[in-house]
């Protein structure tokens, strides 16, 4: 075999190679439906309206503390 014959079949080779080493990525779609739990957003509006209410109840009415 000659020097360039050899170079040929080593790239070759390792194109091969390479190429039989890629990734394969496979999307699916889930098979339970996703659900969002927003329980703490409700929560937090609620005890923000609460804190609004007291600081406005606290500054019409400065006698009780």
Known sequence: MSD???RYAV???VALLV???TH???MEA???PITINLNVKIEHEVR???EKELD???SE???VF
Do not use: H
Request: charge should be neutral; hydrophobic fraction near 40%.
């Open 56 to 58: 406005d109840m606290f």
């Open 48 to 50: 923000v309206k609460v």
């Open 24 to 26: 394969r990525v496979q």
């Open 4 to 6: 360039t014959l050899r």
């Open 61 to 63: 009415d400065s006698e």
């Open 11 to 13: 790239l070759i080779g």
């Open 19 to 21: 190429g039989a080493c």
């Open 30 to 32: 889930p098979k339970e």
